[in-house]
């Protein structure tokens, strides 16, 4: 018997950073994404004896251990320890003897979530495996859970839930971890256009991104009042990208998305920075009208809204610089498992 399971990753489209504690316990966050066919996969292979073997293939790692209750958080692969420590722990309540094999179909600190959407399909992997009675809210839940409190990584909830849901959602963001998932029934035609005006980039860096968000909280905390109006602008943003999308306004989003970019820089140091400068600048004077990092910033991947047929020219420019215009499509479906 074979497990497997894939998870999408997303991109951000509005109001990235306002998911983040405490101020979305504090004045309630609003993100719309769009998850996009590009994956998290994870494949379960029981084994008898007392051994469990975790392989990331992407990353050329691998550990063998011995099966317990408990697997050893040491910084080698913990994302797949950290879901492990807590399915024994609230449901099977005894050691498992398994092979764990995952791949992600882009790098962490990319700024598509990558590293909350392989918690989930791992999640899912063992979801399907033990037929644990999750839905979709509970997993994405967990998953946050498993991150957030049980590894102590800083970051957001967006991830979780645009990778368990899938498809284009407005999120909503509250205290005491309340998420309403709004998924949004956006016409064909727009989402055609949409997919082909929007060129992905990834600038060939990563960075880690609980840093940048670790400094956005503490802004907050210490009621930093430019960071805080920062956020409330993204917010802001994330409404006007609902209201444009839905109403078919496509070539409203690059504007949308440029006046995103102007107030994101303000919510913490290394959000950008010179080589993210002069990228942007590039695409916007060769006819992007708008554009973002993609997730807390400093690195990864970066995407622009051309419109008409402006984004042969923005492709050009970015190619010319360096890193690399990346070929995608979005995805409708979330979490996916299966078993053969």
Do not use: C
């Amino acid at each position: 018997m074979i497990i497997r399971s894939k998870a999408p990753l997303r991109l951000g489209l509005a109001g990235g950073g306002t998911d983040v504690s405490p101020y979305s316990d504090l004045y309630g966050g609003a993100i719309l994404n769009i998850t996009i066919g590009m994956y998290a996969y994870a494949t379960i292979k029981p084994l008898t004896g007392k051994k469990i073997r975790i392989k990331a293939m992407d990353r050329l790692e691998e550990v063998v251990v011995d099966s317990n209750k408990k697997l050893e958080i040491n910084g080698k692969l913990d994302l797949a320890k950290g879901v492990y420590n807590r399915i024994v722990k609230d449901y099977v309540k005894k050691p498992l003897a398994f092979e764990l094999t995952t791949f992600v179909d882009a790098p962490p600190g990319s700024g598509l979530g990558s590293s909350s959407t392989l918690v989930v399909a791992i999640v899912g992997a063992f979801v399907e495996w033990l037929k644990l009675p999750l839905g979709e809210y509970d997993i994405a839940q967990l998953a946050y859970k498993i991150e957030r409190e049980d590894l102590g990584m800083h970051g957001g909830k967006q991830d979780q839930y645009a990778a368990t849901f899938g498809g284009v959602n407005y999120m909503e963001f509250y205290a005491g971890d309340k998420v309403i998932v709004n998924p949004l029934r956006v016409k064909e035609t727009t989402l055609h256009e949409l997919e082909n005006n929007l060129v992905l980039f990834f600038t060939e860096t990563s960075r880690l991104s609980s840093e940048i968000i670790k400094k956005q909280s503490d802004n907050v905390k210490k009621k930093n009042t430019k960071s805080i109006e920062a956020m409330h602008s993204l917010k802001e943003q994330s409404v006007k990208m609902k209201e444009a999308i839905l109403r078919g306004d496509v070539d409203k989003v690059g504007e949308i998305l440029h006046y995103g970019w102007e107030h994101k820089k303000a919510m913490a140091e290394g959000i950008s920075n010179p080589m993210i400068e002069n990228i942007y600048n590039a695409a916007m004077k060769a006819g992007a009208t708008g554009g973002k990092v993609s997730g807390a910033g400093g690195g990864g991947f970066m995407f622009f809204y051309a419109p008409y047929n402006s984004k042969f020219k923005v492709i050009e420019t970015l190619n010319s610089i360096g890193g690399k215009v990346m070929r995608y499509n979005f995805a409708q479906q979330g979490l996916t498992t299966w078993t053969i």
